[in-house]
């Protein structure tokens, strides 16, 4: 008992030598004994043989001492795993016992937990339970609570509540188990050890990690002293070790601790003992934490052929090792042949425990979470579900088990989306927790984290932020020098300041947490997975802070970590792909972007050929580049490819089949084939409108695409009906949607000034305007385009004063809040320009554009067009000075930048072109104006000969200056053509029209040719004139005009004036006037 089992040898060896046949079978008795305790099993037996030979083969048969022998053959047998052996042996020497003994005697009772603890390692705890129960319940009666064998009766009470993971109640057993034994023993007793082993392990199973490897120490130390590091014992001892470690995340160093505890046992054990399989099963459960998964299956497979060899009975284990080679399967992600492992596990369960066990819960959560990580969350939760029930049924004592249950079926909901639900499963499992573990337990943190993150998706974020801020505080009492899991924290925190746009703070949260990653993590999969996914997390941020190329770089730095630790055909290859190329489409990188995005849907048509969704968004992705590139017909293919697809496999998925309606609907907007695109806009609408009535706000963004498409067709009547239907959506169902109902006002506005019902339009944009400031006070730089906007329906309205100070007001509030943005701040300035010029302020025009030109340079020196178009301005205003020669000077280096750097921007070189070419014409050098008017119409009508109306002016301006030359006949072929093309592709300028029949009126009067019989030889002009022949013309179209009234008096005046000389003439001019008094209210006022 003393452990001093080398002496003690010795002694019996000396006495047997003189010892009678009765002593002498108790002394080869004792030998056994010893032998056994020292793991030299072959000669214990031996030993228990002679023994029991000697007393069964006396004279006098010594029965009721045998019963000793039996027991001790029988605890030999069970440590060499040959239990069913065993239990014969101590049923034999129990029926000995019960003729010989009182029912009360310690003999039974041992007897009687020799016997449960081969129950117990069958896996029957309930059977075990009884006959530890009825054993201790003798033993206490009969020693009055103090005996080393009450010890022994109590610690195997204390296994099966560890099995039962009752972890408190086996505390409680065990550590009553250790006091008599340090009453009974010294203090480093071999009992004393083995019970501080089995503390130790206990406290790990409570995630007590710490406080069991202080324990652990102490008892490995008294181990040391007492025996041989090979010795059988040690093997527990190196097991729990790797337990606690295993438990701290140390998985190598697990794997090393049960290695040597393998090798222990392989020195004692046949090669299909029950524990060198336990141990294989503990070597496979950590190389699939190491996830070296093709290993973790060989120790499993190895552990099964054992079983179902040596031990087939043994059901309840077999379908253990079924379990983690579904574990390991499922890691691997072979989600089917992983369920089917779970399921043969789950019916070998059911019929080994037919009035169920707690084992069986657990399984159930095995199959919910397989499932949930197909997405499958219906099934899942029914699987959850049953392992509550299971729970409550055979678990209830492990309220730990109960809230890990719980906090599963919270994870399932929260992915359905379904948050209240959800958040009621979270808050039970932390008040089963807080009432179980004390106040600061680090598993408190991980549902505290995962409250937060729930709070996060339902962007409650302050309470989110409170959540996730305990947790960290409970993380750093209990770590105080850092840990791994504090750092899932910091990224939860990060979640939440990303969300709030606190994007520096953010950022510093995902690199505080990179640290701890790099710091603690290892160099296995899973750590250095979380490392590139936590990249990504940092490149997300900075993609919002429009760092676009320093994303790129922490997204390629993510992916060439997935590409080492994954295979080429994998899901996060396929995000980090996407990650990438929408960073580099916002650099315009769109060839780069491509190539990214071609290998994402390569990925993904052998990922998944199935998966329609999936493909269908890469392929939209590319559309979508495509479509960014201005590569219409291109971008249309992919849209076209992915709708055709989605409407063969998925024809139920409405939302899906819209959303691309909508793109391809964009696409055709853009090619200005409106019919088309509004084909398709409406398509999508009356799919909303069917399938998804009460998304309002859909459909009104829908009717308001429509209202664009139209209003770019220029039906604005028609365009102003969808935007109506659409504000009066917003109104009424999103009510709060200010930004919303902003943008539709401002497209009303538009639309209505484009009517030039420039009062109409105001008071749309003033209505936008005061939401903005009454609501949105805080987003001023929406605030400055509609001052801005404003600025321009003044301004159309010729009310530069007023004009100007929108524009100023808009312009105080960019360079306020935010000086960087050049572009809107410059055309602010440009606007404000403008005004200055209509109010022939022309030195303040010039300084505001001058100091325009000087941002651009500076800020913007490579838009090369902009600046020339600035530079163009400031030439326009010396102009408008009669300075033609300082206009003609900025014209030209406009245009010499123009040629240099955009050689292909046709429309601004023959805009240029015909500036300088009016300069010339304004000092009367009608050759030079001549020859820079051809080259604008030579341009024109080779490069931009759809725009009919451009070139209709060039023929116009090079018939005026023809007809200064007096090259008649020439300047009237210019006229002619122009008015051809007028008539042809603008019927109702009836203005210009008329303009061109009086030009070519005063090329014939010049060429006293007054009648053109072979155009005009339907009238009869005999008695006319040739003035009075166009100015009847004139008089017939110019009461179809759509003009201003201050207009049409001025072209009266003008008419007065070239006939002041004939009478004729000039009545007929009276009578027009009257004519045209009598019904100016029937005009449309321009």
């Known amino acids: ?367 919910g979470t397989l499932l949930s990580q197909q997405e499958k969350y219906d099934e899942a939760l029914e699987f959850y579900q049953q392992a509550s029930i299971m729970l409550e049924k055979h678990g209830s004592c492990n309220q730990s088990d109960i809230a890990f249950n719980l906090i599963g079926i919270g994870h399932i909901l929260n992915n359905q989306g379904k948050f209240d639900e959800a958040i009621d499963y979270y808050q039970r ?230 959303a691309v309606l909508n793109n391809i609907g964009e696409i055709l907007k853009e090619q200005q084939k409106y019919d088309e695109a509004l084909d398709f806009k409406n398509r999508a609408l009356k799919m909303r409108e069917t399938y998804f009535s009460s998304s309002h706000q859909d459909i009104a963004d829908n009717l308001n695409e429509i209202g664009n498409i139209l209003h770019d067709q220029e039906n604005y009547d028609e365009a102003l009906t969808f935007y109506q239907r659409a504000l009066e959506i917003r109104e009424t169902f999103d009510p709060p949607g200010y930004n919303n109902i902003i943008v539709i006002l401002g497209n009303i506005s538009y639309a209505l000034k484009q009517q030039q019902k420039y009062d109409e339009a105001l008071n749309f944009q003033k209505r936008a305007l005061e939401i903005q400031e009454t609501h949105c006070p805080s987003n001023h730089l929406q605030i400055a385009d509609n001052l801005n906007d404003i600025g321009i329906i003044l301004d159309e309205q010729k009310k530069y004063d007023e004009a100007l100070n929108f524009y100023q007001r808009a312009l105080e509030l960019r360079e306020t809040f935010e000086p960087s943005g050049y572009d809107h701040i410059l055309s602010i300035r440009t606007s404000i320009s403008h005004a200055l010029k209509q109010l022939k302020k022309y030195d303040d025009a010039l300084t505001f554009l001058n100091r325009t030109l000087s941002i651009r340079e500076t800020h913007r020196s490579s838009s090369y067009a902009l600046i020339a178009r600035n530079i163009n301005d400031i030439g326009l205003i010396y102009y408008e000075q009669e300075k033609c020669s300082e206009a003609r000077e900025y014209y030209e280096r406009a245009l010499e930048m123009t040629e240099t750097f955009n050689t292909s921007a046709y429309d601004d070189i023959a805009v240029l072109l015909s500036n300088i070419s009016l300069t010339f014409k304004q000092q009367a050098d009608y050759v030079e104006a001549l020859d820079f008017r051809n080259r604008s119409l030579e341009i024109r009508e080779t490069h931009l000969s759809s725009n009919h109306l451009q070139i209709i002016d060039d023929l116009n301006e090079l018939g005026h200056i023809l007809l200064a030359q007096k090259q008649y006949n020439k300047a009237l072929s210019s006229y002619k053509r122009a008015l051809e093309m007028r008539e042809t592709f603008d019927p109702s300028g009836y203005e210009k029209i008329a303009c061109l029949i009086i030009s070519i009126s005063d090329v014939l009067k010049h060429q006293r040719n007054f009648f053109d019989q072979s155009e005009y030889s339907t009238q009869d002009l005999s008695k006319q004139t040739s003035g009075l022949f166009w100015f009847q013309l004139v008089n017939n179209i110019i009461l179809q005009c759509s003009h201003n009234q201050l207009a049409k008096n001025e072209m009266i005046a003008l008419c007065r004036q070239y006939y002041q000389d004939n009478l004729n003439n000039l009545k007929v001019l009276d009578e027009f006037e009257h004519e045209y008094h009598s019904n100016k209210d029937h005009f449309i006022i321009k």
């Not at 064998?149 to 993971?165: M, N, P, V, W």
């Not at 093709?294 to 379908?319: G, N």
């Not at 302050?462 to 105080?480: G, R, S, T, V």
């Open 1 to 367: 008992d003393m452990g001093q089992w080398n002496q003690s040898q010795k002694y019996f060896e000396r006495l047997l030598i003189d010892s009678n046949d009765k002593n002498q079978a108790w002394i080869e008795y004792s030998l056994g004994e010893i032998h056994r305790l020292k793991g030299e099993w072959i000669v214990a037996r031996k030993y228990y043989d002679y023994a029991f030979d000697r007393m069964m083969n006396s004279k006098q048969m010594y029965i009721k001492e045998s019963a000793q022998i039996l027991s001790d053959i029988g605890e030999l047998l069970y440590a060499e795993g040959k239990f069913e052996e065993a239990m014969n042996f101590h049923e034999r020497a129990l029926q000995i016992r019960k003729e010989y003994y009182s029912s009360d005697h310690p003999h039974i009772a041992n007897s009687l937990c020799n016997i449960g603890n081969i129950f117990h390692i069958q896996d029957k705890y309930d059977e075990a339970f009884v006959y530890f129960q009825e054993a201790l319940m003798i033993l206490e009666k009969y020693y009055n609570s103090f005996h080393v064998d009450i010890a022994k009766c109590l610690s195997c009470i204390g296994h099966y509540f560890r099995e039962q993971r009752d972890y408190d109640k086996s505390l409680e057993f065990h550590r009553r188990s250790l006091a008599i034994y340090e009453k009974y023993y010294p203090y480093d007793h071999v009992c004393i050890a083995m019970t501080l082993n089995d503390i130790a392990d206990i406290l790990n199973g409570q995630d007590k990690n710490d406080e069991a490897l202080n324990i652990h120490r102490q008892a490995l130390a008294m181990y040391k002293k007492l025996f041989q590091y090979d010795h059988i014992d040690i093997f527990e001892h190196l097991c729990t070790l790797g337990h606690i470690y295993s438990g701290q995340g140390h998985y190598d160093t697990a794997l090393e601790s049960y290695q040597q505890s393998l090798a222990v046992l392989k020195q004692y054990f046949f090669s299909g003992h029950t524990h060198i399989i336990c141990l294989l099963q503990n070597i496979g459960v950590a190389l699939n934490s190491l996830e070296k998964f093709d290993d973790a299956l060989d120790f499993h497979r190895q552990a099964l052929v054992m079983e179902e060899k040596y031990y087939p009975s043994f059901q309840a284990k077999i379908a253990q090792t079924f379990i983690y080679i579904g574990d390991v399967l499922r890691c691997q992600e072979k989600y089917e042949d992983a369920l089917d492992h779970y399921k043969q596990a789950l019916e070998m369960q059911k019929s080994y425990y037919p009035l169920g066990h707690v084992n069986i819960s657990f399984t159930f959560q095995n199959i």
């Open 429 to 658: 499992a932390l008040d089963i927790q807080k009432s179980y573990y004390y106040a600061d337990h680090p598993n408190l943190a991980d549902t505290l984290n995962s409250i937060g993150n729930l709070l996060y998706r339902q962007n409650k974020n302050d309470k989110a932020m409170e959540f996730h801020k305990k947790a960290l505080e409970i993380q750093e009492k209990n770590y105080p020098t850092e840990h791994i899991k504090i750092a899932t924290t910091f990224i939860y925190i990060g979640y939440v300041l990303e969300d709030e746009t606190k994007y520096d703070e953010a950022l510093d949260y995902y690199k505080r947490a990179h640290l701890l990653f790099v710091k603690f993590g290892n160099c296995y999969r899973s750590d250095q997975l979380q490392i590139a996914f936590n990249l990504n997390y940092i490149s997300d941020v900075l993609y919002l802070q429009g760092k676009y190329q320093e994303a790129v770089e922490y997204q390629q730095h993510a992916l060439l970590i997935k590409e080492k630790w994954l295979p080429s055909i994998h899901n996060e290859i396929i995000r980090s792909c996407i990650k990438i190329s929408r960073s580099l489409c916002s650099q315009e990188k769109y060839v780069d972007a491509l190539e990214f995005q071609q290998r994402a849907l390569a990925i993904q048509e052998k990922l998944e050929p199935l998966n329609h969704k999936d493909i269908g968004e890469r392929l939209c992705d590319i559309g979508k580049t495509f479509f960014d590139q201005k590569k219409y017909d291109e971008a249309l293919h992919f849209y076209q490819r992915a709708l055709e697809m989605k409407e063969i496999s998925d024809p139920s998925n409405h939302d899906y089949i819209i």
